[in-house]
């Protein structure tokens, strides 16, 4: 019937073309009904994870199994747009769901490179595997998927459908969505990033795993000069916007560095309290829970106990490489020696791992992961010279797996080394609890073991305060003159064995009055007082504070701090001082809100001037901080005068051998405790006192805590008296008509010292004719100036 042999071909065609149609008809007949109902699209709601904040904003955590955070497509930047739409379905706008020319297209560019190497799955399709089918490679799913997306695009506006894959698309390190990912990757807002940045993010739906900067920058890279040159290709941008993009340099935050400010610790403080009211559902309902941290205080309380640490380091030497690997001669098997030698040590802190290159009495090389070479020198070196001398059988040589650290701004290098001894520091405000600053230990990731809240050590001498506030109840004074001479103590007054208490020079003298005492941390007259005052009467006190009285044996060992607090209970116990002796509770949870921003949770402090309760009397609580102001002054915390405030109290700490050190100090409005030690107790050294370890740690945090903070002072209350009395017989001394008349005539100061008592423990008056000048301290306790700290503990 036909003439022609192109005859029967254009009828195989045009059969085959029916009977595809055809059969296309009939799985579409078969599928269509059977596909899901698009309710998860038309309500959305994505799995958002717990975020945790400081008071102003700062993201310090995030819980959940993804990465998520919804952004509404009116609030998408353009170039994020654009550059989706130019790495992954340029015809968005135009096609159906399904881009026939995009199919056409691809089809054309495989046969003719001889393999797959072009996609033509469109926006619509992949927002429809995603919500809805498996990864599955079959012509079923295929077929369900580009019916789907007609679906989808029948029911939902483009720009709908546009925003759905924005939120909900994987990008690799457990980021969903572009605004997720955008924090992951660059730790900023999405509508900060720049256009390099977008095209960067562009370029990962494509394949995650291969194109993400964090593993596999190079790849990475490659990938953004693509997406670039597409958006130029579609006239999104012009040919030198797309060069200045390509050259930026680009920072990628790693895996640990997701947050505004480092606040493991207390975040994970957050988690734990919200699972135990909320349950599961915290992980993926989008609560938001807003703390009580301040960003500033938190970031200076970061620094000041890395820095505490790192000068502990310094002070007992280098303890030598963490490993060494062989160095192959050959230049690219050596960087995979290097590569595979670093990728299973993560960074800690800002302590990078590197591998030495070379090593020279002169100079030190090391290659780290990214391959770039840390030069240490100079000044640097001085503290490994042992082992760049190789004394006592220990040399550092090419091939040791070191740390090195960043320094100043043109970032020159040291070598360091990861500490084995921790530090914690906690502030709050006194007026509320408010925590305002929280450091559990060096390194989270390193060690969870929370030292702030679960670490129980003996205070030391931090805890003498305590016992000398009791005594003030019981009829003590500061000007009381106390016996500093050597004492030996039965087994059942010690707790089981007789015990010899000694000062921490090893000195004693005569009766030595009750502020000074506490200025010189003297455990001879500590230990006395509590004898006189008692041990049970002083154990029952010590709960107005908040402490656990099972955890402090009635014994005379009470007095030099031998039972076991944690540093956030020792805070708010010092917050009874500084606010004038009122009992606060700490709390960290400010507020928690649902996703669309419904109050769940709202703190309800105890504070002062409203519910919280008196504990003690503000008498009280005036006259320990003035004496614990001379500590500061020039005692064994004089150290703390480099702040140049007069607004300061506090006390050192220091346990038996050194084990724990602490510094527990104050202002009116911060109180802030810094504590180190080993997490198997033993002792930190030879001369490692709480002035030494503790107490410049608690310097460097109130000395950027307070920066800027006018200067406040305690209020005298109601029911104090000021009067002159006799340093070496702590009695009142009242001068005499000639000693007035001189005094006016020559500006003659009175006799004696200034000292402040309960008005109804006045000294009785002095039978000296002359008072001798004060034996004990070097300025009048009134005074602001301050002399070297002694050798007390």
């Known amino acids: 019937m036909f003439s022609k042999w192109w005859h029967y071909a254009l009828a195989l065609v045009i059969s085959l073309g029916v009977v595809g149609t055809a059969l296309a008809g009939l799985a579409a007949a078969l599928i269509y009904p059977n596909l899901p109902p698009l309710e998860a699209l038309t309500d959305y709601k994505p799995k958002l994870p717990l975020r945790v904040y400081t008071a102003d904003g700062a993201l310090i955590g995030e819980f959940g199994e993804e990465r998520r955070a919804f952004i509404a497509i009116e609030k998408v930047p353009a170039y994020m747009k654009q550059a989706i739409i130019a790495a992954e379905d340029e015809r968005f706008y135009q096609h159906g769901g399904v881009d026939t020319l995009g199919i056409l297209r691809a089809a054309g560019s495989n046969l003719l490179s001889g393999g797959a190497k072009e996609g033509a799955s469109t926006i619509t399709m992949q927002v429809a595997r995603n919500f809805f089918l498996s ?102 941008i012009d040919e030198p916007t797309r060069q200045a993009a390509v050259k930026q340099k680009l920072v990628i935050r790693q895996e640990r560095q997701r947050t505004s400010v480092d606040a493991d610790f207390a975040a994970e403080m957050v988690r734990q309290a919200l699972f135990e009211k909320y349950g599961e559902s915290i992980y993926s309902s989008g609560y938001k829970a807003v703390t009580t941290l301040r960003r500033a205080q938190q970031k200076a309380a970061n620094q000041a106990v890395w820095q505490g640490i790192a000068d502990y380091d ?81 040399k550092l040589t090419a091939g040791a797996v070191v740390r090195v650290q960043a320094t100043g701004k043109s970032k020159s290098w040291r070598l360091v080394q990861l500490p084995e001894v921790e530090a914690a520091l906690v502030a ?97 007259v500590s230990v006395r007082i509590l004898q006189g005052i008692g041990p049970y009467y002083a154990r029952d006190y010590i709960r107005r504070f908040g402490f656990d009285p099972a955890r402090h044996p009635p014994y005379l060992t009470m007095a030099l701090g031998a039972g076991s607090v944690t540093p956030l209970q020792l805070a708010a116990a010092y917050g009874v001082f500084a606010n004038g002796g009122f009992g606060v509770k700490p709390y960290l949870i400010d507020k928690v809100t649902d996703k669309d921003g419904r109050l769940l949770m709202q703190a309800s402090p105890q504070v002062v001037g409203g519910k919280a309760p008196r504990v003690i009397d503000p008498r009280n609580a005036w006259l320990m901080t003035s004496m614990m102001q001379d500590v500061v002054r020039y005692g064994t915390a004089a150290r703390a005068g480099q702040l140049g405030r007069s607004d300061l109290a506090g006390k050192t700490g220091t346990t038996n051998d050194a084990r724990d050190t602490w510094f527990a100090g104050y202002t009116p409005d911060l109180v802030a405790i810094s504590w180190m030690g080993y997490d198997q107790p033993k002792s930190l050294g030879r001369g490692e006192t709480g002035g030494q370890t503790s107490l410049p740690i608690w310097i460097k945090f109130m000395g950027s805590a307070l920066k800027g903070v006018p200067q406040k002072t305690w209020a005298m209350p109601s029911g104090i008296v000021t009067a002159r009395i006799n340093p070496n017989t702590g009695k009142r001394v009242v001068p005499g008509l000639a000693d007035e008349l001189m005094g006016l ?6 006799p004696g010292i200034t000292e402040h008592f309960y008005q109804e423990f006045v000294p009785a008056e002095d039978s000296t004719a002359e008072p001798a000048a004060d034996p004990e301290a070097p300025v009048d306790p009134g005074s602001q100036e301050a002399a070297e700290p002694g050798p007390f503990e």
Do not use: C
Request: proline share 7%; net charge positive.
């Open 135 to 236: 990864n599955e490679k079959t012509l079923t799913r295929k077929l369900s998927e580009a019916m789907l997306a007609m679906k989808i695009e029948h029911s939902l506006s483009k720009d709908k459908i546009l925003e759905l894959y924005i939120n909900q698309i994987y990008l690799g390190q457990r980021a969903y969505g572009f605004a997720a990912a955008a924090r992951t990757y660059f730790g900023k807002p999405i509508q900060e990033l720049s256009l390099a940045e977008f095209a960067m993010l562009a370029g990962l739906p494509k394949a995650p795993s291969r194109y993400n900067p964090v593993v596999n920058f190079p790849r990475a890279k490659t990938r953004q000069e693509y997406v670039l040159k597409r958006m130029a290709t579609l006239k999104f």
């Open 314 to 394: 310094q002070r007992h030497g280098y303890r030598g490489p963490e490993k060494s690997i062989p160095l192959p001669e050959d230049k690219e098997t050596r960087a995979t020696a290097i590569t595979h030698a670093l990728e299973e040590l993560p960074p800690v802190s800002d302590m990078q791992p590197a591998v030495v290159i070379s090593a020279s009495p002169q100079l030190i090389r090391a290659q780290l992961r990214d391959g770039e070479v840390a030069e240490i020198g100079g000044h640097s070196l001085k503290w490994v010279a042992n082992w760049m001398a190789g004394k006592k059988g220990r």
């Open 428 to 524: 709050l405000n006194p007026k509320d609890g408010a925590i305002t600053a929280l450091v559990g230990g060096f390194d989270f990731n390193r060690n969870k073991f929370n030292h702030v809240t679960q670490a129980w050590r003996q205070p030391g001498s931090s805890f003498k305060p305590f016992i000398y506030s009791a005594a003030l109840e019981k009829g003590y004074t500061p000007a009381t003159l106390i016996n500093n001479t050597p004492l030996t103590l039965a087994a059942e007054e010690a707790g089981g064995t007789a015990w010899e208490p000694k000062n921490y020079d090893g000195s004693s003298s005569g009766p030595v009055r009750m502020r000074s005492a506490l200025t010189k941390s003297l455990n001879l």
């Open 745 to 750: 005539l020559i500006e003659a100061p009175s």
